[in-house]
């Protein structure tokens, strides 16, 4: 399953043509596109770096437009580097675009045609999936600490537990985060993915000979993906780096907080748009 770059609008962004076609417009943004200056230059779609609240906003809705997902009926979370994946509806909608999640959680799902998730990143890893027979959407949020937890494995729960999806309609989209490239780390992060993973962890620990480690989150979480049930002709994963790359994506570890933040975004088309 693929995930491909595409521009609508002078909006670059990437997205899971399979989800789409099944009903659930998606996205994952680059900084490409928007209003912001630097530092925030241009696409920047976070409210706490100190951007302007009404570029926060416009940005928004240019990437909320390109992807074709309504800016009207958003709803974003608070996200604490866990595993709580929270069931929302319309009821949860943000007032503002510019407003900050107030809700703990690095996941959001819901069942209500219209309402848009939105999860944030900058090195993380965004996570989009989508139940075509339930009709359900689900955006999530994998840094280091909930990818060892197996915060996509536990959306994929919370999808079989509150709607009744089952895991083999399920499709999973692993968007721009930090490759194994990049992610050097030290022993908390591989004795983490082995306290969630076990044995299966190993493929993903690459040790350096300075006593580091380079770590592939993106394919732990495909691990966690398919252990939940979901079938591996279902699962896309985007390769793009976002701390190779500093034309296309913001990196915390490249930039620390002087920077703007990438989304994902993901809405059941239908009523209520």
């Known amino acids: 399953m693929e995930i491909t770059k595409k521009e609508r609008q002078g909006v670059l962004f990437?997205?899971?043509?399979?989800?789409?076609?099944?009903?659930?417009?998606?996205?994952?943004?680059?900084?490409?596109?928007?209003?912001?200056?630097?530092?925030?230059?241009?696409l920047n779609l976070g409210a706490t770096l100190g951007d302007q609240p009404e570029r926060v906003a416009e940005n928004i809705r240019r990437f909320?437009?390109?992807?074709?997902?309504?800016?009207?009926?958003?709803?974003?979370?608070?996200?604490?580097?866990?595993?709580?994946?929270?069931?929302?509806?319309?009821?949860?909608?943000?007032?503002?675009?510019?407003?900050?999640?107030?809700?703990?959680?690095?996941?959001?799902?819901?069942?209500q045609a219209g309402v848009a998730l939105m999860a944030f990143s900058a090195d993380c890893v965004p996570v989009l999936l989508c139940d075509p027979v339930k009709?359900?959407?689900?955006?999530?949020?994998?840094?280091?600490?909930?990818?060892?937890?197996?915060?996509?494995?536990?959306?994929?729960e919370r999808m079989a537990d509150t709607y009744g999806?089952?895991?083999?309609?399920?499709?999973?989209?692993?968007?721009?985060?930090?490759?194994?490239?990049?992610?050097?780390?030290?022993?908390?992060?591989?004795?983490?993915?082995?306290?969630?993973?076990?044995?299966?962890a190993e493929e993903f620990i690459h040790p350096d000979p300075g006593g580091k480690f380079h770590v592939d989150l993106k394919g732990a979480i495909r691990?966690?993906?398919?252990?939940?049930?979901?079938?591996?002709?279902?699962?896309?994963?985007?390769?793009?780096?976002?701390?190779?790359?500093g034309t296309l994506f913001w990196s915390h570890r490249r930039l620390g907080l002087s920077r703007g933040s990438l989304a994902a975004v993901i809405q059941r088309e239908g009523a209520g748009e």
């Open 64 to 111: 909320c437009r390109a992807v074709g997902v309504s800016h009207r009926n958003l709803v974003k979370n608070h996200q604490v580097h866990g595993d709580l994946v929270r069931p929302v509806t319309s009821a949860d909608r943000i007032e503002h675009l510019e407003q900050p999640g107030t809700d703990p959680a690095d996941g959001l799902t819901t069942d």
């Open 165 to 200: 999806s089952r895991p083999r309609d399920i499709l999973a989209a692993i968007g721009p985060g930090i490759s194994l490239c990049c992610f050097e780390t030290d022993e908390d992060v591989p004795r983490g993915l082995r306290q969630g993973l076990g044995d299966r």
């Open 223 to 245: 691990r966690w993906l398919l252990d939940a049930g979901v079938p591996e002709d279902q699962i896309g994963l985007c390769p793009a780096c976002t701390a190779c790359d």
């Open 14 to 42: 990437y997205s899971c043509d399979r989800m789409t076609q099944a009903g659930f417009p998606n996205g994952f943004s680059t900084r490409v596109g928007g209003v912001s200056p630097a530092p925030w230059d241009s």
């Open 135 to 156: 009709g359900v959407a689900a955006a999530v949020h994998s840094g280091w600490r909930g990818t060892a937890l197996g915060i996509a494995a536990r959306a994929v």
